[in-house]
T-cell receptor, first 113, second 113 residues
């Protein structure tokens, strides 16, 4: 099956700890994205990558970091500097640079205790 | 700059009756427009996409949307609601640079038996 996988589905973290969320796609898409969703709100862009070894900040990048060492993988690290990390995190991909239909993974719900 | 306004945060319909979800957008150029659906604790699924080929766009599961440039609207409709349509719906506009998306605040649909 082709698609986007995110793991884990639920994640709990203590304050002050860094945590990494996984996103993998086997669609051979060039571009990948990370979004954050808070209750009752739309999605906000954290980081995006249009090609391997390159990525750009989105609208709310503070307290987050990413890497893009492989085409199929785009992990997101939520650092201790992120003030309100509890949220639903969604990863997406699109086929090519500038090709705008994005396809979403199932999401990871992060809760900071 | 692009923006999206979903005019109703909640819509309640009876099963078998029509559904109308309203969306207005602003954009400094001819955008691509999307509707996505999200079931609880799931990722987003693409319903349909407008890219200027035709003003009436048909999507999956019986949904369709009409692009009206003069009204800057992209309303989503379905002739007959089904219980499985209960979900949150997002109207989305693409931004020119970097293939970034701007999301509306979402409309939660309740379907009554």
């Amino acid at each position: 099956d082709g698609g986007i996988t995110q793991s884990p589905k639920y994640l709990f973290r203590k304050e002050g700890q860094n945590v990494t969320l996984s996103c993998e796609q086997n669609l051979n898409h060039d571009a990948m994205y990370w979004y954050r969703q808070d209750p009752g709100q739309g999605l906000r862009l954290i980081y995006y990558s249009q090609i391997v070894n390159d990525f750009q900040k989105g609208d709310i990048a503070e307290g987050y970091s990413v890497s893009r060492e492989k085409k199929e993988s785009f992990p997101l690290t939520v650092t201790s500097a992120q003030k309100n990390p509890t949220a639903f995190y969604l990863c997406a991909s699109s086929p090519r640079r500038g090709q705008d239909t994005q396809y979403f993974g199932p999401g990871t719900r992060l809760t900071v205790l | 700059a692009q923006s999206v306004t979903q005019l109703d945060s909640h819509v309640s319909v009876s099963e078998g009756t029509p559904v109308l979800l309203r969306c207005n957008y602003s954009s400094s150029y001819s955008p691509s427009l999307f509707w996505y659906v999200q079931h609880p604790n799931k990722g987003l699924q693409l319903l349909l996409k407008y890219t200027s080929a035709a003003t009436l766009v048909k999507g999956i599961n019986g949904f369709e949307a009409e692009f009206k440039k003069s009204e800057t609207s992209f309303h989503l409709t379905k002739p007959s609601a089904h219980m499985s349509d209960a979900a949150e719906y997002f109207c989305v506009v693409s931004r020119a640079a970097g293939n970034k998306l701007t999301f509306g605040g979402g409309t939660r649909v309740l379907v009554k038996p």
